[in-house]
T-cell receptor
């Protein structure tokens, strides 16, 4: 299993540009998540999904959009990039089992908005 | 609102020493607590998950304890090695369910050879 994969690894955007961060998992997990990690700030949840066709906002959703058309894929869309969106973005997935289930993380996408 | 704190933010210890990392949380009504490891430039990897009914969980040289009543957890690393150098984050469920996690800001650990 490849686990959770993310593309691209690194991207530079100009202010106002748009892009989609891709996330795919091959573990047949129902739950998927997008986080951003700023230096010294821990992980903040942007959006999450509990299954195909179901998404919900996390703690910091402004400026982002998501869709979940398949179990495997959970892309994150930035419509109008702003310098405040410079961060490292992590995708994660989890089985919908009980309270012993953990999240599995991708390697991250480093985004710089200039 | 659940808040998770990890102090200190950074820690350096000589190789071979035993060490303890701390995690505190404000809402004790949790189902579990997890410890993750993050290497520089990489994603998070789960180390240990302690159920609320457990007091301890062990994996090799790692031992995590949970005291719900005091809102604290510790991660004990025995006989530290340079390969243990990483950032360690703890996380607890954000809400009554287990769908979302609230993370601490982590402790960056450096093991000095």
């Amino acid at each position: 299993n490849a686990g959770v994969t993310q593309t691209p690894k690194f991207r530079i955007l100009k202010i106002g540009q748009s892009m989609t961060l891709q996330c795919t998992q091959d573990m047949n997990h129902n739950y998927m998540y997008w986080y951003r990690q700023d230096p010294g700030m821990g992980l903040k949840l942007i959006y999450y999904s509990v299954g195909a066709g179901i998404t919900d906002k996390g703690e910091v959703p402004n400026g982002y959009n998501v869709s979940r058309s398949t179990t495997e894929d959970f892309p994150l869309r930035l419509e109008l990039a702003a310098p405040s969106q410079t961060s490292v973005y992590f995708c994660a997935s989890r089985s919908s089992g009980g309270y012993q289930e953990t999240q599995y993380f991708g390697p991250g996408t480093r985004l710089l908005v200039l | 609102k659940q808040e998770v704190t990890q102090i200190p933010a950074a820690l350096s210890v000589p190789e071979g020493e035993n060490l303890v990392l701390n995690c505190s949380f404000t809402d004790s009504a949790i189902y579990n607590l997890q410890w993750f490891r993050q290497d520089p430039g990489k994603g998070l990897t789960s180390l240990l998950l302690i159920q609320s009914s457990q007091r301890e969980q062990t994996s090799g040289r790692l031992n995590a304890s949970l005291d719900k009543s005091s809102g604290r957890s510790t991660l004990y690393i025995a006989a530290s090695q340079p390969g243990d150098s990483a950032t360690y984050l703890c996380a607890v469920p954000t809400n009554f369910g287990n769908e979302k996690l609230t993370f601490g800001t982590g402790t960056r650990l450096t093991i000095i050879p």
